[in-house]
């Protein structure tokens, strides 16, 4: 099977470049040319797919493979090399992964006042907002409405944890991320 790459071109519909070999999408990609979010093919798909579900980082401590867009490898925590760095713009609205990686159990803090866990994971907007609202509606329902609030910033805390655990950066206001 051929590990020939081709890639749509930007901006131009229907039109295809290639074929290329991996190691020049990988050039491509960290010298800007290419984005991961780029439709590519290669022998063997059916269809055409982005290049970050194509092309994958591996470690350079353990080899352990790696999706685009991870900081740190989620087996042994090692930096990730290879991976463009994001644009500024991107990286003001971003919250990265810490080595070693937060726990995912701490969610279980936004059981005392929801937002907890946000705030400790750098999602501090969205953990500040959480917790007054939380309050609010704890004086104005007697604090039934609380429940609902504490499960949503729970569920949400655990699932922004397991991103971060993954190596992958979440956005500061993003909810239940993949």
């Known amino acids: 099977m051929s590990q020939n790459i081709f890639v ?3 901006n131009v519909p229907d039109q295809k470049m290639g074929p290329f070999a991996e190691a020049v999408v990988r050039q491509m990609l960290m010298a800007g040319q290419l984005t991961w979010d780029q439709l590519a093919w ?3 798909l059916s269809e055409w797919v982005p290049l970050r579900n ?8 353990c080899s352990n ?3 685009a867009g991870t900081r740190f490898c989620p087996k042994c925590g090692t930096a990730a090399q290879g991976i463009p760095a994001p644009n500024q713009s991107d990286a003001a609205n ?6 070693p990686p937060l726990s995912v159990h701490l969610c279980w803090l936004n059981i005392v006042l929801s937002g907890t866990a946000q705030i400790i994971y750098g999602q501090v907007g969205k953990g500040i907002f959480l917790a007054v609202l939380s309050l609010v509606v704890f004086f104005f329902s007697f604090g039934i409405g609380s429940f609902l609030i504490c499960f949503i910033s729970l569920s949400d805390a655990y699932r922004v944890g397991q991103v971060l655990k993954s190596g ?5 206001w993003a909810w239940w991320p993949n």
């Open 8 to 10: 749509h071109a930007p």
């Open 42 to 44: 290669k022998e063997g």
């Open 94 to 99: 971003l919250v990265y992964p810490r080595n």
């Open 168 to 172: 992958k950066p979440v956005g500061k």
């Open 54 to 61: 194509l092309i994958q980082n591996q470690c350079p401590q």
């Open 65 to 67: 493979p790696m999706m």
